[in-house]
């Protein structure tokens, strides 16, 4: 079956460092990615889709990077902010359908 | 910006009653989701609804799960008789494009909490 596996739960940085979130899957190639931001008590919030003939994908302080042949995808939020602390999911689309498959999440702190 | 909206925020319900969770999903969206996320764990993904019927759904999502969309904004999650490992966040969603490469909206939940 479809599985994706983010590898940290807990990432813990300074402000102003890069955080990198990374996103592994198997028995599965999808034709993109998705990544959702959801904070405690709320919803998962829409952040970058990436497909699967785009290496990379960039939207302000985030970059998203796909690789097909390894099966993963990092994501990277630069300089980042006491702001950024959430938990950042990664989601797939179902093999069959239009449902997504979310990992568990990387909850990421950023301490000033 | 337009947004999905769920009611209620909470619902507490006893053991075997019969729940109906709401939402209004974006007003020219397609395609409407729900999922749920047990406390600490992953994002479940349940229905899948469009064009009026189920289009697709998972093994969580069993004959005491219904779904409706009764007018043209409401879509709906009914659980015939509640057990108490339904307790759970409830997270309705929609999608507005043919092209399932656009992402989905998702509200922020009916935390349901069985009792």
């Known amino acids: 079956s479809q599985k994706i596996e983010q590898n940290s739960e807990a990432l813990n940085i300074q402000e102003g460092k890069t955080a990198t979130l990374t996103c592994n899957y198997t028995n599965y190639s999808p034709a993109y990615l998705q990544w959702y931001r959801q904070d405690p008590g709320r919803g998962p919030v829409f952040l970058l889709l990436?497909?699967?003939?785009?290496k990379e994908k960039r939207k302000e302080r985030l970059k998203v990077t796909f690789d097909t042949t390894l099966k993963q995808s990092l994501f990277h939020i630069t300089a980042s902010q006491p702001a950024d602390s959430a938990t950042y999911l990664c989601?797939?689309?179902?093999?069959?359908?239009?449902?997504?498959?979310f990992g568990k999440g990387t909850t990421l702190s950023v301490s000033s | 910006e337009p947004e999905v909206t769920q009611t209620p925020s909470h619902q507490v319900t006893q053991m075997g009653q019969e729940v109906i969770l709401r939402c209004v999903p974006i007003?020219?969206?397609?395609?409407f989701y729900w999922y749920r996320q047990i406390l600490g764990q992953k994002v479940e993904f349940l229905v899948s609804f469009y064009n009026n019927e189920i289009s697709e759904k998972s093994e969580i999502f069993d004959d005491q799960f219904s779904v409706e969309r009764p007018d043209g904004s409401n879509f709906t999650l009914k659980i015939r008789s509640t057990k108490l490992e339904d307790s759970a966040m409830y997270f309705c969603a929609s999608r507005g494009y043919r092209d399932s490469n656009q992402p989905q909206h998702f509200g922020d939940g009916t935390r349901l909490s069985i009792l």
């Open positions: 007003s020219n969206h397609l395609y």
């Open positions: 989601a797939l689309r179902r093999q069959a359908g239009t449902a997504l498959i």
């Open positions: 990436i497909r699967e003939n785009e």
